[in-house]
């Protein structure tokens, strides 16, 4: 069975620097037998993307937080129209997800 799961990662900048902490949610698709294989899984491909660079800032090192959710996708094939992910939003998260992000702050 596939699986789409929400992946968390937080970045932390070095030297810290006075803003709000930077998050990252990545879905990804994993196949597996059941949902604790699917939270194993995702919680390898977690930790492998773990990394760092340099910038303009600083460091920045991006660190997997956790599997924030595992959705089990309904369908016989993947393909393309198949909905991988989905939940339900509050009206400020939509007025979150609306707010253009701008990183030069």
Same mark, same amino acid.
């Given at each position: 069975?596939? !699986?789409?799961?929400? +992946? *968390?990662?937080?970045?932390?900048?070095?030297? %810290? &620097?006075?803003?709000?902490?930077?998050? /990252? /949610?990545?879905?990804?698709?994993? @196949?597996?037998?059941? @949902? &604790? $294989?699917?939270?194993?899984?995702? @919680?390898? +491909?977690?930790? *492998?993307?773990?990394?760092? !660079?340099?910038?303009?800032?600083?460091?920045? #090192?991006?660190?997997? #937080?956790r599997? /924030?959710?595992?959705?089990?996708?309904?369908?016989?094939?993947?393909?393309?129209?198949? @909905?991988?992910?989905?939940?339900? +939003?509050? $009206?400020s /998260?939509?007025?979150? +997800?609306? %707010?253009?992000? $701008?990183d030069? $702050?």
């Amino acid at each position: 069975m596939w !699986y789409g799961v929400s +992946l *968390l990662y937080r970045s932390m900048i070095s030297p %810290t &620097q006075p803003r709000d902490v930077l998050w /990252e /949610e990545s879905i990804v698709l994993v @196949e597996a037998g059941s @949902e &604790q $294989d699917a939270r194993h899984q995702a @919680e390898r +491909l977690g930790l *492998l993307g773990n990394h760092g !660079y340099g910038s303009e800032s600083g460091h920045v #090192e991006w660190k997997f #937080e956790r599997v /924030e959710r595992i959705y089990p996708i309904d369908a016989a094939e993947v393909g393309s129209g198949t @909905e991988v992910f989905s939940r339900f +939003l509050r $009206d400020s /998260e939509v007025k979150s +997800l609306l %707010t253009p992000f $701008d990183d030069r $702050d």
